[in-house]
């Protein structure tokens, strides 16, 4: 999303949505989105505006020092509403999920606040406004993907309230519209404010996004020893909620990818909000009282690298060794090799996440083992 909070503006004279770039107004019929910034003069800076008697207002940006507004042509004949419009730095990926959100809160000065304000996202824009040039109708012509509740008019004039919601990509949308996409007679609109003089739903904007949504993530089953530990989680890092539970021998319950390190064997859940969208995942930790202590023998300077490994682990030791094993943490050989070398490479790639143990056999039939991690 470029430039998702307005800051960065051309100039600090041009008090309409262009100034920040690349962001325009659909030449829809209605009017154009005024830019504030904390730099433009009073009557169009942050956070105090006082452009007359039936318009004044004030707002804190919720981020930075900038935002926008919108507005709807309540008591008009006039159905168009100034509708701020973007290109995407991406096209969405076709059957992806993705998380639209953006911020509003209502001019102190507005007196209708509406239901239904959406997001559209679109394969095409729309044109830009231009004195002159060419209009294109948006009010009752298009379904927007994102949409507040039917009948449910926004009208917090204090805090800023998210307008969010999830929806599947067809793989062409490459260009985004906020704002008000209903006729007057397809809106539940609310005299909110009575006493006040203008006849606008009037709303200012501030923090716009669009995400993909990912799915909350756990690893693989594990098995680990007593007193061992194993990271669960595989998780981006994206905005988002993480809650596990159980929490017992957890690092921490509210981190995407915690280190687990329970006592018994354990179950755990994780759960992600993000956006609108919840989803939940599981992995279970088998707690093996079981172990194989690591044995050796002494100077054979056995190195085992990397450790942990996800594919191949590089066997060193300073004698020839006759034979390698590859025993699960309880004790099963999985994997007999003759070597006859100082050297051997160990393929991972068949086995799954956990810890395993390395035995080298040498030719006076002693042998050395050294515990190892797949991940």
Known sequence: MPNPSFEYHSNCTFALLPNAMPWCVAHSGGIQS?????????????PSQYIDACFNSFQMPRTGVSYIDISSFVLSATQESSVPQVKLTDT???GKAYCVTYYVSVWNNAKYTIDKLGALL?????????PGGPTVAIAGQYTPQVVTTPG???GDTLNWTEVSG??????????LAIGDFFTHSQH?????????????AYYYVDDVSVEEVEIAKAKNDTLIMQGDSAMIGLNNSEAALFSWQPTTGLSCSNCPNPKASPTITTTYTVTKTQCKSVTSDVITVTVSPVGI?????????????????????????RFDFEKIELLSITGQTLLSEIVNSKTYLLQLQNFAEGIYFVRVVYANGLSTVKKVIKQ
Not at 34 to 46: G, H
Not at 122 to 130: A, L
Not at 188 to 200: D, G, V
């Open 152 to 154: 449910v008019a926004i």
């Open 188 to 200: 539940y609109i609310q005299n909110t404010y009575p006493t006040n003089c203008n006849a606008l």
């Open 122 to 130: 679109t394969p095409t824009p729309f044109p830009c406004f231009v």
């Open 293 to 317: 202590d690591e044995v050796g023998m002494p100077n054979v300077e056995l190195r085992i690298l990397p450790n942990p490994a996800s594919d191949i682990l590089n066997v060193t030791s």
């Open 34 to 46: 005024t830019y504030y910034n904390m730099c433009i003069a009073n009557p169009y800076t942050t």
């Open 166 to 175: 999830t929806f599947t990509a067809l793989g062409n949308e490459a260009h």
């Open 92 to 94: 969405l990926k076709v």
